[in-house]
C-alpha cells in the first residue's frame, strides 16, 4: 500500500523591509531568521522520516501472501448425482491418497481421488453407519457434520455436530467416533458449554501425544461467541479434549494470535508440528506452529485465498481444510447463499488444492 505523503518543506516568509532601525538590528533579525528557517527544515526532515518508516511498516504489515491454486473441481462433476445436487461442504481429511469429504446436510461420506478426476475408481459416496437407540433424541440423529478428524492409533474417524442443546439450557458441539469400516463406535457431547448454537465447534483434529488422546475443537466464533463479539477478531479459540474413557473431558485452551484478523473459523489441520486454520468470513488460511509440549502456537502467517482481477473475494464459501502434504493444503467450499452472485458461486461446492508459497517465492 503506498501511502499519501503531504510535502513538510518549511518555507520561509519575507518581510517588509524594515523602515527604520540600524544595520545591526537589521542583520539579527536576518540571522534569526535563517537560523528559523534551518530549524524548520531539519525539523519537517525529520517529520518525514518517521512518516516514510511509518508508512513502510505499515505496508509491510499489511503485505499478506497469497495462495496459489494447483487444480480444483466441482464435487458433483466427480461423484455424479450419488449424493444429490446440494452438497454443504464442511470439512476434508486427506488419507490414503484421496479426500474424504463431510457436508454439514448429509450423514453421507464423500470420497474423491486426490487427482481430482471423475473417472476415478476411487470415487464415491458412502453412507455412515448411525444406529437409531431407543430414546435418543432428533438432535443426537441430526443431519450432517461440520467437520472430520482421523485417530491414527486405532483408524478410527470422528465426525463433528457443530451444537446441540442440553439440559438444563445451552448448547454442546457433538462428536461422533466411528472405526475403520464406518461402523459406529458411539457419540458423546464435548465438555465445553456454548451460548450460541449456530456459533458452536466449526473444526476437529486429532492429537496424539505421549500416548494420550486429544480432540482440538475449533470455535466459529471469536472468543467462541456469537453475534458482534464473535464478529470481532482477536479472539480466535481451539478447545483441547483429553480421552476420558468413552467421553472427551476438557483440558486447555489453545489461543490464537490476537493479530489474527479473521471475522470467523471454520476448520483446524495439524501436521508435523504445523497447524492450518481456515476462516470463510475472511476468505484466508492461517499457518502457525504449535509447541510440541504446551497447548500454545506462535505467531504464524495470514494467507489470502485468490481473488479476481479485481481483488475482489471469490472463495467466499471456503468451509473446510486438510494438510495435504508440507506445502500443500486442500479446501472444500460450502454451497453459496441464496442471493449470492456469480462471482462466489462459480467456486462453491468445490473442492481446490492450493500451493503455500515460501517466504523466498
Known amino acids: 500500500m503506498t501511502a499519501t505523503k503531504k510535502s513538510d518543506k518549511a518555507?520561509?516568509?519575507?518581510?517588509?523591509?524594515?523602515?527604520?532601525?540600524?544595520?545591526k538590528s537589521a542583520s539579527a533579525k536576518s540571522s534569526s531568521a535563517k537560523s528559523r528557517s534551518k530549524s524548520e527544515l531539519k525539523s519537517g526532515s525529520r517529520s518525514r522520516t518517521r512518516t516514510e518508516s511509518k508508512s513502510r511498516a505499515k505496508s509491510g504489515a499489511e503485505a499478506v501472501r497469497e495462495l496459489r491454486l494447483?487444480?480444483?473441481?466441482?464435487i458433483q462433476?466427480?461423484?455424479g448425482d450419488g449424493a444429490g445436487t446440494r452438497l454443504e461442504a464442511s470439512g476434508v481429511l486427506y488419507r490414503d491418497g484421496a479426500f474424504l469429504i463431510v457436508c454439514d446436510n448429509l450423514r453421507s461420506l464423500i470420497r474423491v481421488s486426490s487427482e481430482l478426476s471423475p473417472k476415478a475408481p476411487e470415487n464415491g459416496v458412502f453412507e455412515a453407519n448411525v444406529?437409531?437407540?431407543?430414546?435418543?433424541?432428533?438432535?443426537?440423529?441430526?443431519?450432517?457434520?461440520?467437520?472430520?478428524?482421523?485417530?491414527?492409533?486405532?483408524?478410527?474417524y470422528f465426525m463433528l455436530s457443530e451444537a446441540e442443546p442440553v439440559k438444563p439450557k445451552g448448547f454442546r458441539a457433538r462428536v461422533h467416533e466411528y472405526d475403520a469400516k464406518g461402523r459406529s463406535v458411539g457419540s458423546t457431547h464435548l465438555d465445553f458449554d456454548l451460548a450460541d448454537a449456530n456459533k458452536g465447534m466449526e473444526g476437529l483434529e486429532?492429537?496424539?501425544?505421549s500416548g494420550t488422546e486429544h480432540l482440538l475443537a475449533l470455535c466459529e466464533g471469536n472468543r467462541c461467541e456469537g453475534g458482534k463479539k464473535g464478529r470481532t477478531p482477536g479472539g480466535g479459540r481451539i478447545q483441547v479434549f483429553r480421552r476420558d474413557g468413552k467421553g472427551w473431558a476438557h483440558t486447555d485452551t489453545i489461543r490464537l494470535p490476537q493479530s489474527l484478523p479473521f471475522e470467523d473459523y471454520s476448520?483446524?489441520?495439524?501436521?508435523?508440528?504445523?497447524?492450518?486454520?481456515l476462516s470463510q468470513?475472511?476468505?484466508?488460511?492461517?499457518?502457525?506452529?504449535?509447541?510440541?509440549?504446551?497447548?500454545?502456537v506462535d505467531e504464524g502467517t495470514v494467507h489470502r485465498l485468490p481473488t479476481d482481477g479485481k481483488g475482489r473475494t471469490v472463495y467466499g464459501n471456503a468451509e473446510g481444510v486438510s494438510w495435504v502434504s508440507a506445502d500443500h493444503v486442500v479446501i472444500v467450499s460450502d454451497r453459496a447463499k441464496k442471493g449470492t452472485g456469480e462471482r462466489l458461486r462459480a467456486k462453491d461446492q468445490s473442492i481446490h488444492l492450493f500451493l503455500i508459497p515460501s517466504d523466498n517465492s
Open 11 to 23: 518555507q520561509a516568509k519575507s518581510g517588509p523591509e524594515p523602515k527604520s532601525g540600524s544595520a
Open 131 to 156: 444406529p437409531k437407540k431407543s430414546g435418543s433424541s432428533a438432535a443426537e440423529t441430526a443431519v450432517g457434520y461440520e467437520d472430520l478428524a482421523h485417530d491414527a492409533l486405532h483408524d478410527h
Open 77 to 79: 462433476d466427480l461423484i
Open 206 to 209: 486429532w492429537v496424539e501425544r
Open 267 to 277: 476448520s483446524v489441520s495439524v501436521r508435523d508440528g504445523r497447524i492450518a486454520v
Open 70 to 74: 494447483v487444480k480444483e473441481a466441482k
Open 281 to 296: 468470513a475472511s476468505s484466508a488460511l492461517w499457518v502457525g506452529r504449535i509447541s510440541a509440549k504446551k497447548w500454545e
